[in-house]
């Protein structure tokens, strides 16, 4: 008798084992492909520009480089930092503006100093200095030191966090700085955008770097739906990708119009 008994209980006993473990392969393999989502999410939007990196770099022309992009990001990933004193969102986040900081301001110091070599070489005379402190709107984002782009960004930085530090309770505030971060950001394409239709062409711009933006920001997108982030971030990222599809569709339209005045 107590060994039907025993039994009946090793019996009761296997079952629930087998869910148990179960449970914890799933929850192991939904631990990793968070983990791995969480790395691409850090890392994935810097990995768009390392081809554009090494187009200006091999070429020694920025031309068809937007530095207006470089802007975008920068104050993009800045309100996000701040933001997030008000509003916290999860971590991944936060260290990939901090690494999207660094890369944009790469980017940004081989964009002048390829372009400062190009004015210097193409003309007899040196050509004149425009700095951050001369306080000349009609330069600005149009400087020839890199100094002046980090002298305006400080200034920024330190401003906005004031004004942060202040108004740090109020909700209407930090929601509009998140706002103007993720909507900043939304607007990256544009300026590259405009750069295209403005010079009928997308030569010098790194084809890679848009098929990398627009499955990067729909990635991401997707990523803020799931991870249930702020409303602001899964909208402006609808938005973005939307501009990365015209980028896109700005490659098809003018290589088939060089194709035309070919023939």
Avoid at 191 to 204: A, C, D, I, L, M
Wanted: proline share 3%; net charge neutral.
């Amino acid at each position: 008798m107590r060994m039907n008994i025993i039994e009946n209980q090793r019996e009761l006993q296997e079952p629930n084992l087998s869910n148990r473990n179960t449970d914890d392969f799933y929850v192991q393999i939904t631990g990793f492909f968070t983990i791995l989502a969480s790395g691409f999410m850090i890392f994935g939007g810097i990995i768009p520009y390392i081809p554009q990196y090494r187009v200006i770099n091999r070429s020694r022309n920025s031309s068809g480089f937007s530095t207006l992009v470089c802007l975008a990001l920068l104050i993009a990933n800045i309100l996000r930092i701040l933001f997030w004193f008000g509003h916290p969102f999860e971590v991944p986040l936060l260290i990939q503006s901090i690494i999207m900081i660094i890369c944009m301001l790469v980017m940004l110091e081989l964009c002048i100093r390829v372009k400062n070599e190009m004015l210097h070489s193409s003309s007899m005379l040196a050509p004149p200095e425009r700095k951050f402190l001369d306080f000349d709107m009609d330069y600005f984002w149009k400087w020839t030191d890199f100094k002046s782009y980090i002298q305006f960004l400080m200034l920024f930085t330190l401003s906005i966090g004031f004004l942060t530090n202040l108004f740090v309770n109020s909700v209407y505030f930090v929601e509009t700085l998140g706002f103007l971060s993720v909507f900043t950001e939304a607007m990256l394409a544009a300026p590259q955008f405009y750069r295209n239709y403005v010079n009928k062409s997308t030569e010098g711009m790194s084809l890679i770097m848009v098929l990398m933006w627009t499955s990067g920001d729909l990635f991401k997108t997707i990523y803020f739906i799931a991870r249930d982030s702020p409303s602001q971030f899964w909208l402006c990222g609808m938005l973005q990708v939307s501009l990365d599809v015209a980028v896109l569709f700005q490659v098809y339209i003018y290589s088939s119009n060089q194709n035309k005045i070919l023939k």
